[in-house]
């Protein structure tokens, strides 16, 4: 039976992250997750990928860094490293559910997993480099603005031991690695797919045992390149990957592929006035790049309604969707269109895809200055890119000059 006031939530603050949180999603669905799926995003994704995260996720929620005054007492602008760390803690404030299961969008969830709503606030597994922690990407919680108060409290006084969300809930919910057994997870609710091997022997035991599979480490599955025709991973840059691992990458992408992408091509049929700079078109072998280009400035869906049911093989059917049936016909990708004068931004990614290879590039951006300005005055700041302090020494050094 469905329930209605629990939910599975993820996150995801931009459009590369937003693949991994589809497939997370769709992996949910597959599996028949009793609760609701909730994606929680922030303001640089894009309005293409929210729609397309409305057709996975039940409730897709922004969540605001700049408008929260708990986020300028933490003189955020001081950390800005902090910044996904907080939007994290941003779970807590979900109080229209009852209790919710985190998972971090570099998660796969291989069996249903239901059951960890049998445990209550903090449950975790151990993290593979240091088991006395348990490891942030898959936990259960109880919302509750007092706990998300005293999480930023507790930011806010100590800092995080590792600059990040895993640090500070370790040191907040410290009695994790010795109070109460029931909370500490099984290893199979979040084995980290690059570190099972250290102990191979337990990975023949109990690997096929697995219930979530996590990619944790600065390598993404999207990060890979995909064969459809081969259903695998290229091998080319992949040598180092060890096997099991490689099984793991492959079960992501073959859900990316059959279920993922023909969600771009049905909002494309769908949506064409929301998105009119849209166009689709069919490339050969080995073509190396495609791009997807929208004009739509994202209204910000509290709650965007989408379809609810598992959308495998959902490609509609026409010559501008992915068919996932016949990986020889000819495929098909979103292409580039330059977008109306005064349009909004561009997508944040590119879906690079032939006929026998797939890959999700992260797109730099030229902006004019216009934009520029405006994302500045909007608080969409890159800190560790162009508006890097050291970037902007160098302007006003110049401007002194
Ligand atoms: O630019 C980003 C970075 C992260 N995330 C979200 O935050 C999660 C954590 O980041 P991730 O790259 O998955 O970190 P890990 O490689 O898993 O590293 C570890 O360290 C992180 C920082 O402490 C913890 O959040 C993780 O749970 C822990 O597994 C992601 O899955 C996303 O849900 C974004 O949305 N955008
Ligand atoms: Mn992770």
């Given amino acids: 039976m ?55 996720f039940d409730e897709v929620i922004e969540v605001n860094l700049i ?36 998972l971090d969008a570099d998660t796969l969830v291989l ?65 994790w690695s010795t109070a109460d057994i029931h909370k500490h997870l099984p290893f199979i609710y979040n084995l980290s797919s690059n570190t099972a091997y250290t102990y191979s022997p337990a990975f023949k035991q109990f690997g096929s045992s ?16 995909y064969n459809p025709q081969t259903g695998s991973v290229s091998k080319e840059g992949s040598s180092l990957v060890p096997e099991q691992q490689m099984t793991f990458l492959n079960l992501w992408w073959t859900i990316y592929h059959q279920s993922i992408l023909p969600l771009y091509g049905s909002v494309h049929d769908e949506d064409e006035s929301t998105f009119p700079g849209h166009t689709a078109c069919s490339h050969g072998v080995g073509v190396p ?50 977008p109306s004068p005064g349009a909004g931004r561009l997508e944040d990614v590119n879906l690079a895809i032939s006929v026998s290879e797939i890959s999700i590039e992260e797109k730099v951006m030229e902006l004019s200055p216009e934009e520029e300005r405006r994302q500045w005055e909007e608080g969409r700041i890159d800190y560790m890119g162009k508006d890097a302090f050291a970037r902007i020494q160098e302007k006003l050094d110049r401007f002194l000059q």
């Avoid at 931009?14 to 669905?29: T, W």
């Avoid at 997993?113 to 936990?139: H, K, T």
Wanted: with cysteine.
């Fill in 111 to 175: 069996s249903n997993i239901d059951d960890l709503f049998d445990r209550g606030e903090f449950s975790a597994a151990p993290d593979p480099g240091w088991p006395d922690c348990f490891n942030s990407g898959v936990f259960v919680f109880q919302p509750s603005l007092e706990t998300h108060s005293l999480l930023l409290q507790h930011a806010t006084d100590h800092g995080s031991f590792d600059g990040a969300d895993q640090g500070l809930l370790n040191s907040f919910f410290s009695s």
């Fill in 289 to 338: 790049c495609a791009n997807s280009a929208h004009s739509a400035e994202g209204q910000c869906a509290h709650s965007v309604p989408g379809a609810r049911e598992p959308c495998a093989h959902s490609a509609t059917g026409s010559s501008q969707s992915w068919n996932a049936e016949d990986p020889l016909e000819p495929t098909v990708v979103v292409d580039e269109t330059p």
């Fill in 67 to 102: 408008d929260s005054a708990d986020y300028i007492h933490l003189a955020f602008l001081k950390r800005p490293e902090l910044g996904v760390t907080l939007t994290k803690l941003h779970c807590w404030t979900l109080t229209h559910y009852t209790k919710c299961v985190f």
């Fill in 2 to 56: 469905p329930v209605s006031d629990q939910a599975f939530v993820t996150l995801a603050t931009n459009d590369m992250y937003c693949q991994g949180a589809l497939v997370l999603g769709q992996s949910l669905r597959n599996q028949r997750a009793t609760r609701k799926l909730v994606v929680l995003i922030t303001l640089q994704v894009s309005s293409l990928l929210r729609v397309i995260l409305s057709r996975v």
């Fill in 210 to 225: 697995a219930k979530v599979v996590h990619f944790l480490g600065s390598t993404k599955p999207w990060n890979y390149t």
